[in-house]
Every structure is written in structure tokens, then in C-alpha cells.
């Protein structure tokens, strides 16, 4: 659902208000990343360049889906990917070192 703003305050009001439930999407979403690392046998499993462009294909057609562009979704999911990928790398070591 679209808000017809009338003044650019409203704007930044209602992107404030869209970032808080995107934060706590990117907490959800990182408390999966570091379950994963667990069924995870090496750094290749980790970086799963292939499980990346399944992804970002469905991204893609999701943003076609809802109107979004795809080409900001694709750039904003690569940089997201590669952030959770560095902590997914990092918890994935601690678990070697740890068991």
C-alpha cells in the first residue's frame, strides 16, 4: 500500500517507519544465516555461488511482482548477501574451532 504524501516530513516519516521493519527483517534473517553455518561442511557451502544467483533470480521476478526495481532489489540483496555471507564465514570458523 502506497501513502500519498503531502509534505516531504510525511516522506521521512513513513521511510523511518518502513527501516524499522527492515531492520528487524535483516535480525530475523541473520538469525537463519547463523543457523545455517551449522549444516554448512566448508567455506565452498558457505559461499554458494550458485544458491546466490538462486536468489537473486527470485528477487528479481519478486520485484517485477510488486513493482520494486529490480535492478536496486538486485544490488541491495548482493551487498546484503555478501555482508551475510562474511558473518556466516565467521561463525562457520568459530564452529570448527569450537567442535
Given at each position: ?49 550458485q544458491r546466490v544467483e538462486q536468489v537473486i533470480a527470485k528477487v528479481r521476478a519478486l ?37
Amino acid at each position: 500500500m502506497t501513502v500519498a504524501c503531502t509534505t516531504l516530513e510525511e516522506v521521512r516519516e513513513n521511510i523511518d517507519r518502513l527501516d524499522q521493519h527492515i531492520v528487524t527483517l535483516l535480525a530475523e534473517r541473520s538469525q537463519f544465516v547463523s543457523q545455517a553455518a551449522h549444516f554448512k561442511k566448508d567455506t565452498d557451502d558457505v559461499k554458494a555461488p550458485q544458491r546466490v544467483e538462486q536468489v537473486i533470480a527470485k528477487v528479481r521476478a519478486l520485484s517485477e511482482v510488486v513493482g520494486a526495481n529490480p535492478e536496486v532489489t538486485e544490488q541491495v540483496y548482493r551487498a546484503m548477501i555478501a555482508a551475510f555471507i562474511q558473518q556466516e564465514l565467521a561463525e562457520h570458523a568459530a564452529l570448527g574451532t569450537a567442535g
